[in-house]
Every structure is written in C-alpha cells, then in structure tokens.
DNA sequence: GCTGTTTATCTTGAAGTCAAGATAATTGAG
DNA sequence: CTCAATTATCTTGACTTCAAGATAAACAGC
C-alpha cells in the first residue's frame, strides 16, 4: 500500500497548529482528535436506527443496561447511573420519562426500603429486544468497510488506550 | 506478549449479551463501544486542564478555532460552527457567553452586512496561547503510558476509522 | 432595476444534563 | 439501644443544546 491516505478533518486542524504554533508537539491532538470525532460522527449513525423505533440515544442505553441484566431484568437506580456515567439526579429524570412512556415500572425494593428497583415492562422489553437487533445490525453495517483483519487490529488497540484511561478510575 | 489483557468495560457488556441472546453477533460493539467509551473518558481529563484556566470545553473550542486560523484570528459564526459541528444557535449563544467574558468582539463585515466577524481580544488570544500549551501537555500525559510505535499504529487504524465515518458526510 | 431564492444570523421553546443540597433509611461503634 | 456517619434517591436551579422558525441582506435571472 503505496499510496497516501486523504487528509482528514483532524490532518488540517494539526496542520494549522504547525503553522500557528510550530513550538508546540501537538502530535498527540492525532490519535485523541480521531476518537473523539469518531465518537461524535458514530453517534448521529446510532442515533438513525434508534429513531427507527422512536427512541432517543439514552433511552435505548437505559433499556438495553436492563435487558443486558438478564432476567427480571430489574436493577437498582444507583447500578444504573454507575453503569451508564451519569449522575443521579439524571437517573431520576430519565427514568420518569420511561416510566411515562411504559417501559419500565418502579416497585419499592423489599430489602431496602430507601431503594428502588427499576424493571421493564412487557412492552418495554418487547421494544428493546427489537431495537438491539436493529441495532447491532446497524453496527454490522458501519463497520462493513473495513476488512476483518483490520477491525481486530483496531479493536486490540483500542482496548490498549481504553485499558489506559480505565486505571485512572479505579 | 502471553498475558491475557485484563477485561474491561466493554468486554463485560458483551460478556452479557452473550448470555442474554446468543442469537446475536454483537461483535461490533467491542470497537464502537471502545471508541465511545474512550472519548467519554477522554473527555473527563481533558476537562481538568481547561477548568485550570477557568475555562470549559466548548469555550476552548471555540477560541482555539479562532487561534488555528492565524492573524487576526477572525471568524464568521458560520465557519465556526461549521467548523465544530453545532447549530448555528447554540453559536450565537455562545458567543454571547464568549463576548460577555471578554474573549471575543463582534464587528459587522464591511463585505456583508448579513455577517459578523468573530475575533480574539488581546485578553482572549493571551487566554488561548496559554491554554492550548498545557492542554498539549496534558495530550502527552495522557498518552505516555503507550509506546511510540503503538501509538502510531493506534493512530492509523483511528484514521482508516475516521475515514470510513467521514464518507458519509459527504 | 425587480423579485424570488438563497444565505447568515438570531430568537424561541423544549429537552437533557449536572452540581449541590434535601430527605429518608440503613449501618456501625460504643 | 442510640446516634453519628453513610448510602440511596429525589429536588432544585442553572446551563447547554437543538430544531424550527423569524429576520434581514445578498444574489441571480430576467
């Protein structure tokens, strides 16, 4: 493979930082440039099939934590703002909106009486057993492009640098 | 290099719906959901750095935009948000923030009197100059803990990535 | 020149998010 | 048992964002 590979957005953006600040190694704005606007680009192709089955993004990842739980797919609030990094006042919004909508339900938890336990409803199982086919369909296919080979050299290293910036969390 | 790498967040999510429908190949999820995960992160740290300077992450954006496109670090609202990928009215308010803090004016354009020109006050340029060296700094920190050769490698399969997500933006 | 279309920006209203604090139940040390 | 510390959740208020529409200027074809 001889040839170059087309600049990107983040090729021109370390290109006016050479320019404008040659003192300055910006070379790690490279790697950290690309998985930040991969995550922005691959965001708005997941939210396409979410919309298919009128959700939102944090819908689908609230319903999807549960359904991954396994049966009766019930969960605590407290597990779920862990799992999902979002505070617990956001917990607390998100689930009265799917509350209202019906797909999931909320019962005191018999053993603690301060917690709650979330759970889906028939409905919102239903939804969310469709929606993740949909969806890891939807991955399947932007992913397509790329061979195999390279898809398992891309995930070995990004395992590296997730592995990297997971010990910082402890 | 033998030893199993520790699993990690995503290995356990895929541990799970793996369980809970094996129908699937959820395969996919490993890399977009470390690409996501990665930039969620990523975002934490570099949030540190920014608060240092009493700034947020969008206030950097927007006046290291400004600082990339050299003397007399002028913009219209259109490239900037073009540029960051937002609306145009989450620009405006923006820059009312921006304005109001001292670190951009607004002139009218002498070509188009539909447009503004966005610029870098002395206190905004003095500001991003200062800011955008211990954000580099901080960059490398990040990353030090991977080997140069790694890290190239990382880079070129996040740009083969980023090339296939960009093509769809046309 | 007119006039319809396009372009650039701003306004409005509805969401979603967080930080900080309030409330209430549980736990643990004595 | 009692009370302080901890834990789980919810409330409040401020901020950021977007989609949709309003406004105004510029342009293109006649």
New binding site residues.
Partial sequence: METKKQPDAVDDILAQWKRERPDLDASPMGPIGRVRRCAALLQRRLDETFAEFGM?S?EFDVLATLRRAGAPHCL???ALFSALM??????????Q?LEASGWVA?HPNPN?????LVQLTDAGLALINRAVEAHVENEHRILAPIEAGDLAVLNEYLAMLLGVLEVREE
């Fill in positions: 939102t944090w605590a609030p407290t979002i505070t617990s006042g956001t917990m607390t919004h998100r689930l909106r909320r603690d009486a301060r917690s709650m």
